[in-house]
């Protein structure tokens, strides 16, 4: 196996298991019909034979796990992932919708809004699951990305949500989240031509990296200032 693919498939594993810690608290599996856990994994014809190997033994801990018990969030959290990626995304939306339904799950409700955006194309399903996200977990920078990107690259363009949702978001978030969705603010008004615009939320990007005690941060924007002000 390459060390590109044995790499990638480390990281789909640590990023979900991470995710699945961070939320574990708050999700208590409730009485809601869980999903089969016999279901059939079928590969891509291009799906590496190792890889293969590997995913299947991922699935068979992981089933494991959740026989043993069934409110472990994590273990139903990457299973849903590795359905997903073998293209599953059935079975990795019947899982997360489980734990939707079950708790409120935000992450379940994060990936359902990526997962409709991106590899499903169901453009009003994303925008549902991305505001129930927010709904679940206000306070998380990454569900205002996910529905920003949806308005910006694919649904309802033509007017201000794009930009709108950010700056709902920096309302609501706290610490290096907030800066991220000023400093993506910024760079939408970048894009869009807007210089004042984009100076002002740079300039308060600046400004909320160094109360946050970070000056390399803060330096690596006025970078940015500096480049739109020499223009």
Same mark, same amino acid.
Not at 24 to 29: A, D, K, P, S, T
């Given at each position: 196996?390459?060390?590109?693919?044995?790499?990638?498939?480390?990281?789909?594993?640590?990023?979900?298991?991470?995710?699945? =810690?961070? &939320?574990?608290?708050?999700?208590?599996?409730?009485?809601?019909?869980?999903?089969? *856990?016999?279901?059939?994994?079928? &590969?891509?014809?291009?799906?590496?034979?190792?890889?293969?190997?590997? =995913?299947?033994?991922?699935?068979?801990?992981?089933?494991?796990?959740?026989?043993?018990?069934?409110?472990?969030?994590?273990?139903?959290?990457? =299973?849903?992932?590795?359905?997903?990626?073998?293209?599953?995304?059935?079975?990795?939306?019947?899982?997360?919708?489980?734990?939707?339904?079950?708790?409120?799950?935000?992450?379940?409700?994060?990936?359902?809004?990526?997962?409709?955006?991106?590899? *499903?194309?169901?453009?009003?399903?994303?925008?549902?699951?991305?505001?129930?996200?927010?709904?679940?977990?206000?306070? &998380?920078?990454?569900?205002?990305?996910?529905?920003?990107?949806?308005?910006?690259?694919?649904?309802?363009?033509?007017?201000?949500?794009?930009?709108?949702?950010?700056?709902?978001?920096?309302?609501?978030?706290?610490?290096?989240?907030?800066?991220?969705?000023?400093?993506? =603010?910024?760079?939408?008004?970048?894009?869009?031509?807007?210089?004042?615009?984009?100076?002002?939320?740079?300039?308060?990007?600046?400004?909320?990296?160094?109360?946050?005690?970070?000056?390399?941060?803060?330096?690596?924007?006025?970078?940015?200032?500096?480049?739109?002000?020499?223009?």
């Amino acid at each position: 196996m390459s060390t590109q693919l044995k790499v990638g498939i480390g990281v789909a594993v640590i990023v979900l298991f991470s995710a699945g =810690l961070w &939320f574990g608290g708050l999700l208590r599996v409730g009485p809601a019909k869980a999903p089969s *856990l016999d279901r059939e994994l079928n &590969f891509p014809a291009d799906f590496p034979q190792e890889a293969r190997q590997i =995913l299947t033994q991922n699935v068979q801990t992981l089933r494991e796990r959740i026989l043993q018990n069934q409110e472990d969030a994590a273990a139903w959290l990457d =299973l849903a992932i590795q359905y997903k990626t073998i293209n599953d995304f059935d079975g990795a939306i019947e899982i997360w919708k489980y734990l939707a339904d079950a708790k409120n799950h935000p992450v379940a409700y994060y990936n359902l809004g990526s997962t409709y955006h991106l590899d *499903l194309k169901q453009y009003a399903q994303s925008e549902n699951y991305y505001r129930k996200a927010i709904e679940a977990n206000p306070g &998380f920078a990454l569900n205002y990305s996910g529905l920003h990107e949806l308005y910006k690259y694919s649904y309802k363009q033509d007017g201000t949500l794009a930009a709108d949702v950010l700056k709902e978001g920096i309302e609501k978030v706290s610490d290096n989240g907030r800066i991220d969705l000023m400093t993506a =603010l910024a760079g939408y008004y970048v894009e869009k031509g807007d210089k004042t615009q984009a100076v002002e939320w740079y300039g308060k990007a600046k400004l909320a990296a160094t109360s946050a005690g970070n000056p390399d941060l803060a330096g690596q924007i006025q970078k940015q200032i500096d480049l739109l002000n020499s223009r």
